[in-house]
């Protein structure tokens, strides 16, 4: 049995999902950034697949700056949510949708 | 053979532990899952050949974005349960369904269609590690450096957003003067 580019493709489509799901069904904002990293992770899955099977290695540097983004986007993003609990004690998301001026 | 047994079982385990980490109502599970995760991704790397992706993998995700994601849940009231409202996971699961084949089918159609000529073809006499060296450093030397810049950027905003009032530590004082330190912030 040949583990073709395929199968890393349909993998990565599946984690795809499942991150996009979790995006769409959560509140807590910390639970939110989990989905988010499942999707990165599920991209590269598919840089790497990609390199290995064209035998370039774009792919491979790809994935290393996407993941040195979500490095700097998880630093950013959970500075951003201490403050927000800091001042209303809540990191819901429906709280954050409605804009008090 | 070998390849397809490790193929499957890293699929299902990955697939499996992703599950967890977006359905789980307790928000430790979610992290101890997202971890395993992430470990059980860098297998995947190491079967396609990506052994520096591999390492880096786990160092940085597993060792330092989850370890940030743990410091960061110490702040926050993670103990109590989660409030899920889900109007209808049916919806809310074909629409994921629906936007990850439409993404993906976007993105893969010039890969399918095989007109894909390698740029930086890779060399069969040196290492995976060496073979990065070369690319990383000549042709993408500057989203390397761009990508520094990134990260210093992303350090000093953590450190200006979360690093406020660090000048009065709590755990040094005592009662009394904790309790005075919340009626001054209250004035």
New interface residues.
């Given amino acids: 049995?040949?583990?073709t580019?395929n199968?890393?493709?349909v993998?990565?489509?599946?984690?795809?999902?499942?991150?996009?799901?979790?995006v769409?069904?959560?509140?807590?904002l910390?639970?939110l950034?989990?989905?988010t990293?499942?999707l990165l992770?599920s991209v590269?899955?598919?840089f790497?697949?990609?390199?290995?099977y064209?035998?370039?290695?774009?792919g491979?540097?790809f994935?290393?700056?996407v993941?040195?983004?979500?490095?700097?986007?998880?630093?950013?993003g959970?500075?951003?949510?201490?403050?927000w609990?800091?001042r209303h004690n809540n990191?819901?998301l429906?709280e954050m949708s409605l804009m008090r001026g | 053979m070998f390849e397809a047994v490790s193929f499957y079982l890293f699929a299902f385990l990955v697939i499996v532990s992703f599950w967890i980490a977006v359905t789980t109502s307790q928000a430790l599970y979610a992290l101890t899952a997202l971890a395993a995760g992430m470990i059980l991704i860098s297998g995947f790397y190491f079967t396609l050949g990506a052994d520096f992706l591999g390492a880096i993998q786990i160092i940085v995700y597993s060792g330092a974005v989850l370890a940030l994601y743990a410091f960061g849940m110490m702040f926050f009231d993670t103990t109590r349960e989660i409030k899920e409202k889900n109007p209808n996971g049916l919806i809310v699961g074909t629409l994921a369904v629906l936007a990850t084949l439409l993404t993906i089918a976007i993105v893969a159609a010039p890969i399918v269609s095989q007109n894909i000529v390698a740029f930086y073809p890779s060399v069969e006499s040196v290492g995976n590690t060496q073979q990065i060296g070369l690319v990383l450093f000549t042709k993408y030397l500057v989203p390397f450096e761009v990508a520094a810049v990134m990260l210093l950027v992303a350090m000093i905003a953590g450190i200006v957003l979360a690093g406020k009032k660090m000048d009065v530590s709590l755990t040094k004082m005592a009662e009394d003067e904790i309790e005075e330190h919340k009626a001054q912030e209250l004035n």
Wanted: aromatic share 12%; net charge negative.
């Fill in positions: 049995m040949e583990i580019l199968h890393y493709l993998l990565a489509t599946i984690l795809f999902g499942i991150g996009l799901y979790g769409m069904r959560r509140k807590n910390l639970m950034f989990f989905a990293e499942i992770n590269n899955i598919g790497a697949a990609i390199s290995h064209y035998g370039d290695l774009t491979q540097m994935a290393f700056f993941i040195a983004i979500a490095a700097s986007e998880v630093a950013v959970l500075g951003l949510l201490i403050v609990y800091k990191i819901d429906d």
